[in-house]
Structure formats: C-alpha cells, structure tokens
C-alpha cells in the first residue's frame, strides 16, 4: 500500500504554499514519483470499433499550462480559456468563433458561465467577469488562486479559492456576499476541486475527505459528509481529499476522495447512503443508474445506486483517466496521450478510441447538443461524436 501511494507523488510538486495556501502544502497527483516517460503506462491494444466517431469541429484556444481548464456550454455557445488570459466564444454547433479577448492575467480556473455572464480565476486570486460580448464587467478577488471553475447562478457567482474558501459575488457588480471557511490540513492534493449547484445550495469536497452542502443565499452550512477518513501515521498516508465535481441528483449527491473512498449521501439530511474504499484523483459521474469512477491507477469502475460492484476496465492502467462523462449506453474518458476512449455501459468493453492532438485531457468531457467537448492541455477543443 505505501508503494502504490508513493508512486503517485512527485517530490518536486510536494511544494510550500505559504502565502498562496496560507502554509499549506500541495500534491499532485498527475505528475507521479518516479515515473518515467511512458513508465507504467499499459499500451493501448487493437480495439474492434462498434461505434464510428465524427469529429464535428475543432478549435483552438490556447495552452492550459498544466492546469484543468475546461469548457463552459451555456445558450447555445461554448467558452474557454488558456492559461495565457485568452477567453474565446464560440457556436455550439459550428465552433465558430464569435470573440476572442485577452484579460491580461494568467488563468488558472475556469470557465463558468450562465451564457449572459463568463467567469474565469486567476493564479493571482483575481476573479474576472466579462459580459457576453466579451467585454469586461467586473473584477474581484479572493485569498488565494481559483483552480476551478467559478458557477454562475441566477444573481450570484460562486468561487472556490485553493485555500479552502467558497465565495458569492453579486453577478451584477461583484459584491462579496458571503464566505464559506474551512480549516486545512498539512498536505493537501492540487487537484481538481470543483463545485455542484443545485435547488439552492452549492455542494464542495474538501480535504480532510468532507463533502457539505452549503446555502447559496448566505453560505450557511446545510449539512457535512464523511467520504473519507484520513488513515495512516504520516502526513503523506493520511490525504484523503475529495475530488472532481460532486454529482447532485434528486435525492442523493456522491463524491469520491484520493486515497480514500466513493461516497453517496441523502441530499436532504446528508446522512451516509454507501461507501465503497476507492482512490481517485479525477472524479466520478451518474448516469442511467451507475456511478463511474476513473481510479488513480487508471481503471474506471462501475457501481449500482446501491455500491455494488458492477465492473473494472483496468486496461488503461497509468494511462490517467479523466473524470469520466456518462452518455446513455457509453461512458467517455480522456487519457494523458489525448486519447478519447467510449466504454461500454453494460461490461466496460472498449467500443471506440479517438485520438486528438497528444497531450493530456485532463479535465472530464463536457457534453454538447449531439456529442461532447473534449479540452486538451496545448489548447486543442474537439467537439465528438459517436453512433
């Protein structure tokens, strides 16, 4: 067991955040201790392709730099970023583009949009707000740099900061409202942390393995959820950050922790509904009744509603899946060589592969009216589609 976290951990990205995460120190999991190039990366075999794959457009935004930008899809546009402040719009059906703006400042976190506002964070803790014409509206900042995407809501936008603080901006002016604060511990994953807002409440993981689900009127706590539980002697045994994106449905919201666990919880009381013992560092999604997860050692794993075992893809092993996107009869991944890979719903057979332009995906694809979106780290955005 210590082996296999040993290998996900790079001793130059165990950095001292002081200033940036108020002490704190960083992991991260994408850049693992003493791998190699290709060390550890299963080879990707012939597949037999049930599926034929269309790219429907493609587009080019700019270079991510490492960090997990992702698309936002909002009123029939799709908006994105790169890390050097490029902020691009385009159609959702053609990819055309619409604008193309500079903001002048490095982003690191984003893109959210409601398709009248587009927010992006900034690695100097700046949040940015423009209008939809790409002009800028407002600017605000939070304690320490946005490593994922702002959520636009009615009259709000909600921010995660890296330092474990969520803030709510008036979306007209860029008022604080509120602060939602928790404690960190030692060492912390910089990973993807993002948020889920739903029926009036903005669901965050956090590390220290807690899943809560707070007020979006006033960033009062609702309830909080035990994913995981540190376990271990040091420091480094005992991260068990909540990961990715909560998934939030009509009664349940479910979570996954790095070494740690999933998790499902009753929306209303958030008390415990199942857990299973499982390590991510991507995240997970819900669809037709099963969770996905995609595991640190690069297996997606299925389980029912009730967290019984359904099935283990293993074959992309070291490949370092992203969160996996749930559509109907196939779940899509991207992997660390740019592959796009559609895994069966029923068994997890491979059943198409799609290969972009090499460079990692990591942040989960993003679905679009007849396909989904698929952001690369040198900036390509693939727009695909299978039947």
């Known amino acids: 067991m210590m082996r296999r976290r040993f290998a996900f951990l790079r001793a130059a990205l165990v950095l001292a955040m002081a200033g940036t995460l108020a002490g704190c120190a960083a992991l991260n999991p994408f850049n693992w201790f003493g791998r190699s190039e290709k060390e550890r990366r299963a080879p990707l075999t012939e597949i037999k392709q049930s599926l034929s794959v269309r790219t429907l457009w493609q587009a080019s935004v700019g270079d991510s730099r490492g960090y997990l930008l992702a698309p936002a899809v909002a009123g029939g546009s799709v908006y994105a970023a790169a890390y050097d402040g490029t902020v691009v719009r385009l159609e959702e059906e053609t990819g055309k583009q619409i604008w193309r703006v500079d903001v002048g400042d490095a982003i690191t976190g984003g893109v959210g949009s409601d398709g009248e506002r587009v927010v992006v964070g900034t690695a100097e803790g700046e949040v940015i707000t423009l209008d939809n014409d790409g002009r800028l509206l407002w600017r605000a900042r939070v304690s320490s740099e946005v490593l994922s995407p ?3 809501v ?3 936008v909600v921010v995660r900061s890296a330092d474990n ?8 002016d860029g008022k604080r409202e509120w602060v939602y604060s928790r ?26 393995g807690k899943l809560v689900a707070v007020a979006l009127n006033n960033g009062g706590l609702r309830w909080e959820g035990t994913v995981a539980l540190p376990r271990g002697t040091t420091e480094l045994e005992r991260v068990a950050d909540v990961v990715g994106k909560p998934w939030v449905g009509d009664r349940e919201a479910c979570a996954v922790a790095y070494q740690g666990r999933i998790a499902c919880f009753d929306l209303r009381s958030g008390n415990l509904l199942w857990a299973r ?18 595991e640190d050692a690069g297996a997606v794993t299925a389980f029912n509603r009730s967290g019984a075992s359904l099935w283990r893809q293993d074959k992309l092993a070291g490949r370092e899946p992203s969160a996996p996107l749930a559509l109907g009869p196939e779940i899509v991944v991207g992997d660390v ?29 993003v679905p679009i009216a007849g396909g989904f979106l698929v952001q690369t780290s040198k900036g390509g955005l693939y727009a695909l589609h299978a039947e």
């Open 150 to 152: 702002p959520a636009v």
């Open 154 to 156: 009615g009259d709000r």
């Open 165 to 172: 603080r969520i803030f709510a901006f008036d979306a007209r």
């Open 183 to 208: 404690s960190a511990p030692a060492l912390i994953v910089r990973g993807p942390f993002d948020m889920e807002v739903r029926g009036g409440f903005v669901f965050a993981g956090f590390p220290g």
């Open 277 to 294: 013992d499982i390590s991510s560092s991507a995240g997970l999604d819900v669809g037709d009744g099963n969770v996905y997860v995609s």
């Open 337 to 365: 060589e740019g592959y796009v890979h559609w895994l069966a719903r029923e068994d997890g057979a491979f059943v198409a592969r799609q290969v972009t332009d090499g460079s990692p995906i990591r942040a989960a694809p």
